[in-house]
């Protein structure tokens, strides 16, 4: 028997993730018409901000109310530890310095091996030390999106339909945390190669919205008014040399990023479809490579508190009698979080 589905493509954000918690609605088995993303962003040792997010999601029993989840870098990543029902247990590896110090280890530079180890995290940390469910991502009902950068074409490229069992899976989330230069030659996946999302798209809002998204969260980890700053002359020098070689096709996508991230920056903040959740103006600025003990761990408490605030908010009850559909705008608590 057909479903009679609710009209709900004109919902705020808002009113969708109350009703949908409210109804325990369930991805596949929906009762609205809306199809909503969760779109995590990335940014290396930034990504402690969006982890904690995740985690509040988790705990908050909000997970199934997405149908999609896209993630870029560290932001699949941390949506991966998501969709696997784990967010929680990978917490601790963010300030646990034997973790930190193998993952990330400037000196390795000088004998020309990846500053950023994707290779231990994956099939070491995300193996053994702290197991990731691959299985259950494989299996989970809301689509797994992690989004790349094709070193052919320097287009942003979700890496799904290439993704179909646990080694490539595997490859997904080292092919798209892959930063040029910081973690060693692009990954080969699926005949094709690829280098870190974050080069073509920041945040993938419109991967999201070209794949039939109604309404999107983005889980940021640029505080407010943090915008990427252009790099300076030795790091565009290394970089430059090291697409060229690797990555020629993603020349211009390296060059164009910082003009595509200010239109993804109006886009979430102007389109109505759109919500942020953004850490507080006065958490510690991250450096991409950071891996400080007590700066990670306050870092992603923040995430976490930023995105429990904003989503507790959204879940407050509608005045008695009102209809979804004809629910006010809900108010955006968080200082200035969400957006």
């Not at 954000?13 to 409210?22: A, C, I």
């Not at 990335?42 to 908050?60: D, F, K, P, Q, T």
């Not at 761990?297 to 959204?314: K, P, S």
């Amino acid at each position: 028997m057909d479903r009679q589905l609710t009209a709900a493509a004109d919902w705020s954000v808002e009113q969708l993730v109350r009703h949908r918690h409210t109804r325990d609605s369930r991805p596949g088995a929906r009762d609205d018409d809306a199809r909503l993303a969760l779109l995590v962003e990335g940014g290396s040792s930034r990504s402690a901000y969006s982890s904690g997010m995740v985690l509040a999601i988790h705990e908050l029993g909000l997970t199934h109310v997405f149908d999609d989840v896209y993630g870029v870098s560290g932001g699949a990543l941390n949506a991966a530890w998501l969709l696997c029902g784990r967010a929680a247990e990978v917490m601790d590896t963010w300030w646990n310095p034997q973790v930190m110090r193998r993952l990330i280890a400037p000196h390795r530079a000088l004998r020309g091996r990846p500053v950023v180890d994707t290779d231990y995290l994956v099939n070491e940390v995300y193996t053994h030390l702290v197991p990731m469910d691959f299985p259950a991502i494989l299996a989970n009902p809301i689509g797994f999106h992690p989004v790349a950068t094709d070193v052919a074409t320097g287009a942003p490229t979700d890496l799904a339909p290439l993704v179909h069992d646990v080694d490539s899976l595997r490859l997904a989330l080292r092919a798209t945390a892959g930063m040029p230069v910081l973690a060693g030659p692009p990954i080969a996946l699926g005949g094709q190669a690829f280098v870190d999302g974050g080069v073509a798209e920041m945040v993938p809002v419109r991967t999201a919205f070209t794949q039939g998204a109604t309404h999107a969260i983005a889980l940021r980890t640029r505080r407010p008014g943090e915008l990427q700053a252009p790099p300076g002359r030795v790091e565009t020098l290394l970089v430059r040399r090291y697409l060229r070689r690797h990555a020629p096709g993603a020349l211009r996508a390296w060059h164009d990023r910082y003009a595509v991230a200010q239109a993804e920056e109006r886009l979430l903040a102007t389109d109505p479809r759109c919500r942020q959740i953004r850490p507080p103006a006065h958490g510690p600025k991250v450096l991409t490579t950071s891996r400080g003990p007590a700066r990670l761990r306050t870092t992603v408490e923040l995430g976490d508190e930023a995105a429990r605030e904003v989503f507790t908010g959204w879940l407050a009850p509608a005045p008695a009698g009102t209809r979804p559909e004809a629910q006010p705008q809900a108010h955006q608590p968080g200082g200035g979080r969400a957006s």
